[in-house]
């Protein structure tokens, strides 16, 4: 019996990812990137990563009041956000992410923790108590909606913020410059020395990228993880038009350095007196 590597998207179906999966034992979890299992995994792979981290800090610096961290996740951004020892509300939508974020709040020193509140809520409906001062969705999350419920997301933080208040957001591109789009594989180490199998995608249209990481053999008795996330490259035109559209003024774009995908930072404002 083979792995079920039918429980991938179907559009990877003859991709070396779903070759890799079929391979790997019959109790193998193939989960979403963001579900229990997966959330251990990508927290685990991508808290050293420092990608956009002093990009969005030099935004946020030069705003004043609370914080919105939309899709915060286990905390990437949250703790050098916090380090601007402003109140932030840290948003997101999956339990087992927040319940990384809590984990890793409770080891810091009581008063930074008591800045940061951790709330599942959902970014497309999110209703903060009090309008906040700056609104970050940082790692290309913006790239996880699809075209209506980004609308609404961002129709939704222009009513929480205040006016004269500040949204920063990143949006996946391709390079430019990326020659080679072809399926490739890579070792990555996560924090706990674990290693893990990336598998990066193209979809043929280039409307988006599927990422595909095979865990670790956990042991006798542990089944294999396997998660996997897919993310569209939003134009960078559209995302500015929908931003306008909500009330948005755009005062600024960057393109973040990117070897075969590039990050476009985008800084809105909601007009008002500050
Ligand atoms: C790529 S991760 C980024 C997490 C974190 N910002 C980081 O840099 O590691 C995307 C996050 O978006 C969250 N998410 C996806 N859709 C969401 C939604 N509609 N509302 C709130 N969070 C959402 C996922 O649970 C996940 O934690």
């Excluded at 070759?19 to 790997?24: C, E, G, S």
């Excluded at 919105?68 to 992410?97: C, I, K, N, Q, W």
């Excluded at 906040?132 to 209506?148: D, E, F």
């Excluded at 990481?213 to 134009?235: A, E, F």
Aim: proline content about 5%; aromatic content about 4%.
């Amino acid at each position: 019996m083979s792995a079920p590597a039918e429980a991938l998207p179907a559009q990877l179906a003859g991709s070396a990812a779903a070759r890799a999966v079929a391979a790997l034992p019959a109790d193998t979890l193939v989960c979403d990137m963001y579900e229990p299992r997966g959330a251990e995994i990508y927290h685990d792979f991508t808290l050293g990563d420092t990608s956009e981290v002093r990009d969005i800090l030099r935004e946020v610096r030069a705003s004043t009041g609370t914080v919105l961290e939309l899709a915060a996740g286990s905390g990437r951004l949250t703790f050098p956000l916090l380090g601007l020892r402003r109140e932030l509300l840290a948003v997101d939508l999956s339990e087992s992410m927040l319940a990384l974020l809590r984990e890793r709040l409770a080891l810091l020193p009581a008063a930074a923790a008591a800045r940061c509140t951790a709330v599942r809520g959902d970014i497309t409906t999110y209703a903060a108590p009090e309008p906040v001062g700056a609104a970050v969705l940082g790692t290309t999350s913006v790239s996880l909606l699809g075209r209506a419920r980004r609308q609404a997301m961002l129709r939704r933080t222009w009513q929480n913020l205040a006016p004269g208040g500040i949204f920063v957001l990143t949006t996946a591109q391709i390079s430019a410059d990326a020659g080679d789009l072809a399926e490739r594989a890579l070792q990555v180490r996560g924090a706990s020395g674990s290693s893990y199998q990336v598998h990066d995608l193209v979809a043929p249209d280039r409307a988006g990228r599927y990422t595909v990481v095979l865990g670790p053999d956990g042991g006798p008795g542990v089944p294999r993880t396997v998660c996997h996330s897919y993310i569209r490259v939003v134009p960078l035109a559209e995302l500015t038009a929908d931003l306008t559209a909500a009330g948005f003024t755009v005062e600024h774009t960057a393109t973040l350095p990117g070897e075969r995908y590039a990050a476009a930072l985008v800084r809105a404002r909601k007009e008002g007196a500050r």
